[in-house]
């Protein structure tokens, strides 16, 4: 029994040493086992709010906030990542604030929200409100799809109920009701009102508006 308990000891202590824990539960922070200075590689549960340095595997919880790097799924109602995100985002509110829009360093995967928001991001988002700060690679589909750069689709929910916006250059298609690119780079518009700023057929088209 008592080798039993001085190996359970040990394994506690190398994990505090090691700043990396596979566990961690979180009522609210700081209220939360280990400390948020703490890396996860495992499991985590917050109850309220949670909050962890580096992330890697299952997350679960009400708020969860993730400082740097977040890899593998989170399934929650607010789920922050300041960091790089390699997995998918499941929640009301999908948060993703990383800038690095170097291919080996950008946010690649999916978010399924009422609310997404990526500053550089490449994959999927799907929700009420899909949003990319810098640039997008993939499909957003929702009623409210904005970007400054687009390479790939947007689209409305059963393809023309919503409103595509690319304030930078877009190259591929955008499919909605009301479509506007500042620029277009190959690509093309189909909607009710398809607007292209500097360089479309002509600044505002029924149909089908595009530049290639």
Not at 87 to 100: A, E, F, P, T, Y
């Amino acid at each position: 029994m008592k080798k039993i308990i001085a190996v359970v000891g040990m394994l506690a202590a190398g994990v505090l040493i090691a700043d990396t824990t596979p566990i961690m539960v979180s009522l609210v922070t700081p209220v939360q086992m280990p400390s948020s200075e703490y890396d996860v590689t495992g499991l985590r549960l917050s109850l309220i709010y949670g909050d962890c340095e580096e992330f890697t595997g299952l997350d679960i919880g009400i708020v969860d906030h993730t400082g740097l790097d977040f890899t593998g799924l989170v399934i929650g109602g607010v789920n922050i990542a300041d960091g790089r995100v390699y997995g998918g985002q499941l929640g009301l509110i999908n948060w993703n604030g990383h800038h690095d829009s170097k291919w080996e360093r950008r946010s690649i995967g999916a978010q399924l929200g009422f609310f997404n928001y990526a500053a550089t991001f490449c994959g999927l988002q799907d929700g009420i409100v899909n949003v990319a700060g810098r640039s997008f690679t993939g499909l957003q589909s929702g009623f409210l799809n904005s970007t400054r750069d687009l390479t790939g689709l947007q689209c409305g929910y059963n393809f023309l109920l919503g409103v595509n916006m690319a304030s930078g250059t877009m190259r591929g298609c955008q499919i909605g009701l009301v479509n506007y690119a500042e620029w277009v780079d190959g690509g093309l518009q189909i909607g009710l009102v398809n607007i292209i700023s500097e360089n479309g057929w002509l600044p505002v088209l029924p149909i089908v508006n595009g530049h290639f």
